[in-house]
């Protein structure tokens, strides 16, 4: 049987901001994938992260907490965030090897129901430190997706422009127009 389908408008961001994307406004209403263990397992998959981890309610929970350490170090400040963040990371830590192919890092959890959500707080850790200028929230008032912005100006101000992005030209339009 295949996995539910990923209802979330906007997918396919670094895992990071993709975690943090599983709550969207729809028609009004906050949405949260992360309600239950179903949906973990639709975040899991993905995410890619389906083969190797068997959702359960111990997962969900550690998903959710750093779910939230995320919301606070991007909506919020690093210095709020920083001990919600390393809570999350203390479940693991990066061993980096040789093989053959070259050096390789490898994450070493204590517990293998912390993995989804230390991935995603160390995702969160390598974006900081490539591109913290570019981790972004849509700017529609009422949207609260976030993107990393890979324009090449790095103006990208729109989680879609199809969306939230024609909505607010939409609305300049309708305010111009009334007022002529």
């Not at 990208?156 to 422009?161: E, Y």
């Amino acid at each position: 049987m295949p996995a539910p389908r990923d209802p979330r408008p906007l997918t396919g961001e670094p895992l990071a901001l993709d975690l943090l994307n599983t709550r969207w406004m729809s028609e009004g209403t906050l949405q949260d994938l992360l309600a239950d263990v179903d949906g973990l397992g639709v975040w899991l998959d993905s995410a890619g992260l389906s083969g190797d981890h068997t959702p359960d309610g111990r997962m969900l929970r550690h998903v959710r907490q750093a779910r939230e350490a995320l919301r606070t170090a991007v909506d919020g400040s690093l210095e709020e965030a920083a001990s919600l963040v390393d809570a999350v990371l203390e479940h693991g830590r990066v061993r980096v090897t040789l093989t053959p192919q070259g050096p390789v890092e490898r994450p070493e959890l204590g517990d293998p129901d912390w993995a989804p959500a230390w991935l995603a707080a160390r995702n969160y850790l390598e974006l900081l430190s490539t591109a913290p200028d570019r981790i972004r929230s849509c700017a529609h008032e009422s949207c609260v997706l976030h993107f990393l912005d890979t324009s090449r100006n790095g103006t990208r101000r729109w989680c879609s422009m199809a969306t939230c992005g024609n909505r607010a030209k939409a609305s300049r339009h309708y305010a111009r127009t009334k007022d002529a």
